[in-house]
T-cell receptor
């Protein structure tokens, strides 16, 4: 079946540094990638939608300069958390809109970001 | 207003018994899809079951079935014969809009933590 590989699974970084999270679709082309953030014991909240070759669409309240999304190819989308702060510590998970998978969504395994 | 509401933050069920997890939704679209996902402590999102708004039959996938009541805008998940491995967070989600090419995102409910007792 369709697989989205998300890396890293866990990352700890210092305040003020940047962290890049990658999501790769391994056996299909993901024209659309959704990025979600999940705080402990809460639901998944959509941060942005990225389409290959175009600028990402950010949800209200999400800082586009802080959460940089690049979807340069049909198999790779990246989320870069710039100048990370402790309040950015969260679980980040991507989801690809794909056709081969039943009902069209494949999730990455998630990245747990801790900013110290 | 919440588009997806899960009113049960936590549920206990005895092993081998059935359990129903509630989900109500709000949309003005005629075409939409409803999903249930399981999220174990590892964080991965595991697809369980899907119901399309035009599907006349309730969806079933093994031990999972979806009790779809369109007029009441509810899409409850029924897990039969609960197992210890069913202990996890369960999320109801909705995709609004027409067709698989619509590119619409999923909107998630707040989730229900299910705990299966031995």
């Amino acid at each position: 079946g369709a697989v989205v590989s998300q890396h890293p699974s866990r990352v700890i970084c210092k305040s003020g540094t940047s962290v890049k999270i990658e999501c790769r679709s391994l056996d299909f082309q993901a024209t659309t990638m959704f990025w979600y953030r999940q705080f402990p014991k809460q639901s998944l909240m959509l941060m942005a939608t990225s389409n290959e070759g175009s600028k990402a669409t950010y949800e209200q309240g999400v800082e586009k300069d802080k959460f940089l999304i690049n979807h340069a190819s049909l198999t790779l989308s990246t989320l870069t958390v710039t100048s990370a702060h402790p309040e950015d510590s969260s679980f980040y998970i991507c989801s690809a809109r794909d056709l081969p998978t039943r009902y069209g969504y494949t999730f990455g395994s998630g990245t747990r970001l801790t900013v110290v | 207003a919440q588009k997806i509401t899960q009113t049960q933050p936590g549920m206990f069920v005895q092993e081998k018994e059935a359990v129903t997890l509630d989900c109500t939704y709000d949309t003005s679209d005629q075409s939409y899809g409803l999903f249930w996902y399981k999220q174990p402590s590892s964080g991965e999102m595991i697809f369980l079951i899907y119901q399309g708004s035009y599907d006349e039959q309730n969806a079933t996938e093994g031990r999972y079935s979806l009790n779809f009541q369109k007029a009441r805008k509810s899409a409850n998940l029924v897990i039969s014969a609960s197992q210890l491995g069913d202990s996890a967070m369960y999320f109801c989600a909705m995709r609004e809009g027409r067709g698989r090419n619509a590119g619409n995102m999923l909107t998630f409910g707040g989730g229900t933590r299910l705990m299966v007792k031995p």
